[in-house]
């Protein structure tokens, strides 16, 4: 039945559906059929799979399902009265919908809390959507959301090559030119080489819209274009955005001018914060010693949640610690910070401990689950279906099911959070049916203590040590690699196609395997737990030696590429600054290489 869900085989789903009944997986079975005719399944249909699958994923699947459909169609009554059995509350979409349904009820009395949450929701969304939208759409005709709301959304969704985005903001506020987003989007240069038939403010956001465009595509190009013509028709708003997003782009090139060009805009606070955190990162690589009175304005300016975030906390710490004159105040706000994130739990959570004077040691064990909290957790009904879905490769549906049972919902299946104690014993239940990926990520979910041997297990350690020994690698640093390429899953595939525990990719397997002399190897090996080990292990090791055993250098290699790590090592044709190891592994530019390493 997965794979007629897939197909969306209306017809082979029906058929099927009578032959799950009684099975473990039912519930899966009858959520494929009612979902893929939802749109045309009776209210009485659809309440009666509720009651059926009470308290199930599946239940709050459909009616997360139902809920933004009942949105697209405008039926408010009914959104309103089932939203609050909604259990997840993880779709921005769907609150967006409930939002506008509070916003036509309560009016103004609620429009500023309802205009502040659909902004944060909105704005951090790029693929299309209805919800959101909308809600933004009535919000600007109420005048809670401003024009520069709207152009804002636009011109983040330009930078980050969402077209469609884009043109669904502008059509609220300006409908008479949301079709030339799409030119903006094919050609910046040649639409700011034409005359732009619109009115004078809207043709001023047409043109900032494609200076982010060209910055997105070469920053270089879009700081000569202001330099030489545009920057004197534009507002000190638009101004200091468009520096601010050729500021970013530069700095996420490491380009030694990245500081240049936020120095031409007055006031950090008109940036976002992305762009803030790119400069941050740009003052902290500007020369052998960092610009640390730019580190603290530019984190400073943050937005308070952004400010939380502990990467951030650390280097604002330095920041104050960097001050020539250090009085007792600035000592104890400093120390204040460290001590806020200091631990053992992150990468910048031991920097603090570290900088506070403590080594970084394991955290002591907590008490093993019991035998009546495991057992808890083996009659959860949610993780008995994962487990089950799993075993019988529905990973992806194990994977939702399991998330929603230990992520989404408490021990009793209401919204809220499983305690402690409960997500050690759900973690040590998928330790014990050696689901590692979800043993980890339950496990590190936990908040006042934790379990490293849940969160850092150690599978196939045969097949590891016999394999790095051979080769002299640590096993601990490739224990590491295969942690965060693939959590142990043995058939994970990415994306882009990178395959097994170490995610490697066709071309390089097939390279790696001539080097190595690993004779007759073939693609469909590739996810074999030996092959695989094999020649991750044989790549990481030509890596490592490549870059003279810099373990940071080879881990960003491995994931990114060679050429890309050496480029991060020596910017500007090797000319960039000597820097600390954590200024060079913040301003990596992927995000997913920066958390890697």
Same mark, same amino acid.
């Given at each position: 039945?997965?794979? =007629?869900?897939?197909?969306?085989?209306?017809?082979?789903?029906?058929?099927?559906?009578?032959?799950?009944?009684?099975? %473990?997986?039912?519930a899966?079975?009858?959520?494929?059929?009612?979902?893929?005719?939802?749109d045309?399944?009776?209210?009485?249909?659809?309440r009666?799979?509720?009651?059926?699958?009470e308290?199930s994923?599946?239940?709050?699947?459909?009616?997360?399902?139902?809920?933004?459909?009942?949105?697209?169609?405008?039926?408010?009554?009914?959104?309103?009265?089932?939203?609050?059995?909604?259990?997840?509350?993880?779709?921005?979409?769907?609150?967006?919908y409930?939002?506008?349904?509070?916003?036509?009820?309560?009016?103004?009395?609620?429009?500023?809390?309802?205009?502040?949450?659909?902004?944060?929701n909105?704005?951090?969304?790029?693929?299309?959507?209805?919800?959101?939208t909308?809600?933004?759409d009535?919000?600007y005709?109420?005048?809670?959301?401003?024009?520069?709301?709207?152009?804002?959304?636009?011109?983040?969704?330009?930078?980050?090559?969402r %077209?469609?985005?884009?043109?669904?903001?502008?059509?609220?506020v300006?409908?008479?030119?949301?079709?030339?987003?799409?030119?903006?989007?094919?050609? &910046?240069?040649?639409?700011?080489?034409?005359?732009?038939?619109?009115?004078?403010?809207?043709?001023?956001?047409?043109?900032? #819209?494609?200076l982010?465009?060209?910055?997105?595509?070469?920053?270089?190009?879009?700081?000569?274009? #202001?330099?030489?013509?545009?920057?004197?028709?534009?507002t000190?708003?638009?101004?200091?955005?468009?520096?601010?997003?050729?500021?970013?782009?530069?700095?996420?090139?490491?380009?030694?001018?990245?500081?240049?060009?936020? =120095?031409?805009?007055?006031?950090?606070?008109?940036?976002?914060?992305?762009?803030?955190?790119?400069?941050?990162?740009?003052?902290?690589?500007?020369?052998?010693?960092?610009?640390w009175?730019?580190?603290?304005?530019?984190?400073?300016?943050?937005?308070?949640?952004?400010?939380?975030?502990?990467?951030?906390?650390?280097?604002?710490?330095?920041?104050?610690?960097?001050?020539?004159?250090?009085?007792?105040?600035?000592?104890?706000?400093?120390?204040?910070?460290?001590e806020?994130?200091?631990?053992?739990?992150?990468?910048?959570?031991?920097?603090?401990?570290?900088?506070?004077?403590?080594?970084?040691?394991? %955290?002591?064990?907590?008490?093993?689950?019991t035998?009546?909290?495991?057992?808890?957790?083996?009659?959860n009904?949610?993780?008995?279906?994962?487990l089950?879905?799993?075993?019988?490769?529905?990973?992806?549906?194990?994977?939702?099911?399991?998330?929603?049972?230990?992520?989404?919902?408490?021990?009793?299946?209401?919204s809220?959070?499983?305690?402690?104690?409960?997500?050690?014993?759900?973690?040590?239940?998928?330790?014990?049916?050696?689901?590692?990926?979800?043993?980890?990520?339950?496990?590190?979910?936990?908040? &006042?203590?934790?379990?490293?041997?849940q969160?850092?297990?150690?599978?196939?350690?045969?097949?590891?040590?016999?394999?790095?020994?051979?080769i002299?690698?640590d %096993?601990?640093?490739?224990?590491?690699?295969?942690?965060?390429?693939?959590?142990?899953v #043995?058939? &994970?595939?990415?994306h882009?196609?990178?395959?097994?525990?170490?995610?490697?990719?066709?071309?390089?397997a097939?390279?790696?395997?001539?080097?190595?002399?690993?004779?007759?190897?073939?693609?469909?090996?590739?996810?074999d737990?030996?092959?695989?080990?094999a020649?991750?292990?044989?790549?990481?090791?030509?890596?490592?030696d490549?870059?003279?055993?810099?373990?940071?250098?080879?881990?960003?290699?491995?994931?990114?590429?060679?050429s890309?790590?050496?480029?991060?090592?020596?910017?500007n044709?090797?000319?960039?600054?000597?820097?600390?190891? &954590?200024?060079?592994?913040?301003n990596?530019?992927?995000?997913?290489?920066?958390?890697?390493?």
């Open positions: 039945m997965a794979n =007629a869900f897939k197909r969306n085989d209306k017809k082979r789903l029906t058929a099927l559906l009578p032959q799950a009944k009684g099975h %473990p997986l039912e899966w079975a009858a959520y494929w059929e009612l979902k893929a005719r939802l045309e399944a009776s209210s009485q249909e659809i009666a799979f509720f009651t059926k699958f308290g994923y599946q239940e709050d699947r459909l009616r997360n399902d139902w809920l933004l459909l009942l949105g697209s169609r405008r039926d408010w009554t009914t959104l309103e009265s089932e939203y609050p059995h909604y259990r997840m509350r993880d779709d921005r979409e769907l609150r967006c409930f939002l506008t349904v509070e916003f036509i009820q309560k009016g103004p009395q609620v429009g500023k809390m309802v205009a502040d949450e659909v902004r944060r909105w704005m951090g969304m790029r693929e299309a959507d209805d919800g959101c909308l809600a933004a009535r919000l005709d109420a005048k809670f959301f401003t024009a520069l709301d709207i152009w804002r959304k636009a011109r983040l969704m330009v930078e980050h090559t %077209p469609v985005t884009a043109r669904n903001a502008v059509q609220i300006a409908p008479q030119v949301a079709p030339m987003v799409k030119d903006i989007h094919n050609n &910046a240069t040649q639409f700011l080489a034409k005359n732009i038939a619109a009115p004078q403010k809207v043709r001023q956001e047409l043109v900032v #819209m494609a982010v465009r060209v910055a997105s595509q070469d920053p270089d190009v879009a700081a000569k274009l #202001m330099r030489t013509k545009w920057q004197p028709y534009l000190t708003e638009e101004r200091h955005w468009v520096w601010g997003v050729i500021g970013r782009q530069s700095a996420m090139r490491l380009d030694d001018d990245a500081l240049d060009h936020y =120095a031409r805009v007055a006031h950090d606070k008109d940036l976002n914060d992305d762009m803030l955190a790119w400069k941050v990162r740009a003052a902290l690589r500007a020369g052998n010693t960092p610009k009175s730019l580190v603290e304005s530019a984190i400073h300016a943050m937005s308070p949640d952004a400010r939380k975030e502990p990467a951030w906390i650390y280097w604002y710490a330095r920041a104050l610690l960097s001050h020539k004159k250090i009085t007792p105040a600035i000592q104890q706000e400093a120390n204040a910070l460290l806020s994130i200091a631990g053992v739990k992150g990468f910048y959570e031991q920097l603090a401990l570290e900088e506070l004077g403590r080594k970084v040691s394991t %955290p002591s064990k907590p008490p093993a689950p035998a009546e909290e495991l057992e808890v957790a083996k009659r009904p949610s993780l008995q279906r994962a089950y879905a799993i075993a019988m490769g529905l990973r992806a549906e194990g994977v939702r099911e399991w998330n929603y049972g230990t992520n989404l919902v408490n021990a009793q299946g209401q809220g959070l499983m305690t402690d104690r409960e997500l050690l014993a759900a973690a040590q239940l998928a330790c014990e049916h050696q689901i590692w990926d979800r043993c980890i990520n339950t496990s590190e979910r936990t908040r &006042a203590v934790i379990d490293v041997e969160r850092f297990p150690m599978p196939f350690k045969d097949a590891v040590l016999q394999r790095t020994r051979s002299n690698l %096993p601990a640093y490739v224990y590491g690699l295969i942690r965060q390429e693939s959590r142990f #043995m058939d &994970a595939k990415s882009v196609g990178a395959s097994g525990l170490m995610q490697v990719m066709p071309a390089t097939r390279w790696t395997a001539r080097k190595i002399g690993l004779n007759g190897f073939t693609p469909d090996q590739i996810t737990r030996d092959t695989n080990i020649i991750g292990t044989g790549y990481l090791k030509l890596v490592l490549s870059f003279e055993g810099s373990l940071p250098l080879a881990s960003a290699a491995y994931n990114a590429g060679p890309r790590s050496r480029r991060w090592r020596a910017p044709d090797g000319t960039g600054p000597v820097v600390e190891g &954590a200024i060079w592994a913040e990596v530019p992927f995000n997913e290489t920066r958390d890697y390493v």
